[in-house]
């Protein structure tokens, strides 16, 4: 049976044991030959199809200001990335090796490599999830596993921490042939290779992710909505745990050409309705206006201004200043992305604490002929809720106690203060003595609620002194 009809029937293969093995080599293979693309650009293919509406391709849109959430994930540290995959005419281009998609996918498997590895390392998750899109977009693998059009059905678990599960994924993004991802977009057979003897113009369009009259335009708001929809479906508005999405970034080589309300491009440059949609949809990610909570969102455009003229207007448009990044070297897509998501953070959540001390004074005798002695103890308490350290008590004439550690809580004496009481001294003898510390406060894990950083205490007590009789 071939690929294609185990990605039909979602059936399991009989032995996996050689997929480990193909996928290193696949992606050593692929790794090789997209470095040595060199600079290769991002050459303007989209065919130049005109329409009566070329008048509004005079884009007049303000660069976007909606300014991207924090990029931070929740009290497990579990990150779920979403990643929307260009495979638009331009990059699916040269069907007889797909040399610019499989740039783009080598990327994202390098990224799920390193994502899975370090989380795993780190004892945490990292869920990814992917949409291909054109005119159309298609979750490869949704939220909760996967479903007819998707990766093989023996793609359980997103999570590219369990080795398993990102050895799938890999293998899935790369795919065991030229062109990968099969973008599958029905269950119908024209819309997706079957079996090995398709035409190759069926093939080839299925790749592509055409449809009817699309074309093959890039449709910047369906991938954005993609992405909507699986963070509206996987995500509990009312959850405190880490059930949010963290990122959006969208991998591309050109500029959106066409939107939901118009899918009959491509043209040569985007229009304001094109541009507007594609905002609009960023805008809905940033601020939660369909899906909670905000995500952040980025994006990465293989190309250059001198390949297509204003690129890096229409990226601000779309996504705002500081919030995409242009490259034009291909083997270089996953230094970009690894920088996007190093600014991915984990939010801890902080612990309410507090910090005092207190400090008794006890004499033993308390009451004490002059010239006799009297064993002072000073017994501190830490009465906060976190660990102080360097307790030190200083006492009459310098005498100084240090206890290196008090823990939140616990009660410690220090070695007895020896007094001896002077002939004529005054009655009762007043004993003081001064207690410092330091808390061991965390400013990023801890939220202090009451005392002091470095808390103080004073213990006082009196002896009562007994005079020696005068003679007779």
Known sequence: MSEEMYLEHGTTRSSRSWRGISFVVIISLSIMSILSLGNTGAETTKPNVQ??????????????????????????????VIFLLDRSHSVMSGSTDYTKVNALKLALDMTIIQMG??????????????????????????????????????????????????????????????NGIYYRDS???ADYKTIIGDPVATFVNAIKGYHGDDNGSTNYQAAFES????????????????????????LTDGLPTSHNGNLAGPWVTPDNGDL???????????????????????????GSEAAQPGVAS???????????????NWGL??????????????????????????ATAAASPSTVMEGQNSNVTVTVTNTGSVDLTNVTVTGPGGWTQVIPTLPAGTTSNFPAYLLNVPLGGSNPMPLSFNVTSTSMFNSATMNLVGGTLNPTAVATTAINVERIPLPS
């Open 227 to 250: 992405a909507m929809g699986k963070i509206d479906f996987g995500t509990d508005p009312t959850s405190t745990g880490d059930d949010d999405f963290d990122m959006v970034i969208m």
């Open 333 to 358: 897509v996953y230094n970009e992305i690894n920088a996007i998501l190093s600014t991915m953070g984990c939010a801890v959540p902080k612990t309410n604490v507090t910090s005092g001390i207190s």
């Open 187 to 189: 269950s119908s057979g």
């Open 51 to 80: 329409s009566a509406a070329i008048g509004n391709r005079i884009s007049a849109i303000p660069d976007n200001t909606m300014p991207n959430p924090p990029s931070t994930v929740g009290p497990l540290c579990k990150k779920q």
């Open 276 to 302: 507007l949609a594609a905002q609009s949809a960023v805008n809905n990610l940033r601020t939660g206006g369909f899906v909670r909570p905000p995500v952040p969102v980025y994006g990465i455009i293989t």
């Open 314 to 328: 229409y990226m601000r448009q779309v996504f705002g200043t500081g919030n995409f990044a242009m490259q034009e």
């Open 117 to 178: 590895t370090s989380a795993q390392a780190a004892g945490r998750d990292a869920y990814v999830y992917i949409s291909a899109f054109a005119a159309r977009a298609k979750d490869q693998n949704p939220y909760g596993g996967s479903s007819l059009g998707e990766f093989y059905a023996w793609i359980a678990s997103n999570n590219v921490a369990v080795p398993a599960s990102r050895d799938n994924m890999v293998y899935n993004v790369i795919g065991s042939n030229d």
